[in-house]
């Protein structure tokens, strides 16, 4: 997946010495800290990795865009702090390009079901609770495509969670992308890419299976036998812009799909903020009171 590229003298390599974790940056872009973990505590190093190099999904919201998304997420939030929409805290969203792999596959197999059916009833003052556990089996066959598997181990959860991508509009990798965004470098071998891919690919096969008419209480596969073959894997680059936010030593991250534009991230009460509204209205309440209570007493 990695070739060599002329614009490596343009970009740096950004390390984080607190979560050892690293990014790759155009030297036009300043990273004062870490957009993991927050900390100050990154060193600029000459970048001696290569560049990713592959298909990408371009970015189709722009970064005043994705601020605007932003923005509006937090007025969502009434009882915030300040914080989520300052200045200095806004300028530090950045767009990244996260390398992952689309898996593609064909696979059959059969897969047990441990299956629990319960039946309720009442009988005078007794309450009665009937458990049927059965054996299921469900077998097939099908086609699973373009499952994303992060090569990052940073982002493997976070994909879901901003997803879908819409595939179609994959492109071959453009250069101008390492000048206005930021690359997070690859984590894992070819070998952990491959099993990962698989382990996922059987996850899928098993909760298709799941659907196929079985109305349980509780559904647990037990055994399963699957067989995966025509396997395919590609390379993309997929566009996340990211927001790391520290507000009380927690840390409240945002992503926005950087071709869809959706938003993931949650922003926690201001506790002092809620506070003096409470007590401005106890103090409006108060007031409101003595005026209703003299003016009936005149």
Known sequence: MDVENKEVQEMYECFCNDCNKELIVNKNIDIKSCIYCKSKNIEKRELTKKIPKAHQIPFKISKKDALIIYEKQCRKAIFKSSIFLSKTTTQELIGVYVPFYLYSCECNGIVEFECIKSTKWKTGSYKYEKVDKYLVTRGGNMSLENIPIDTTKNFKDIIDLISPYDYSKIEEANTTLITSSAIVPNKMTNDEILKESVGKAKVCFMEEMKKSDLNYKEITPI????????????????????????????????????QTGKVFGNIPFSISKLIIIWIVLLIIIFILSSLIYFGVMS
Do not use: T
Request: some cysteine; glycine content about 2%; hydrophobic content about 35%.
């Open 223 to 258: 055994k399963n036998s699957i067989n995966i073959y025509n396997s395919k894997m590609s390379c993309i680059l997929l566009p996340i812009y990211v927001l790391n936010i520290k507000y009380k030593n927690k840390l409240y991250p945002f992503y926005i799909n950087g």
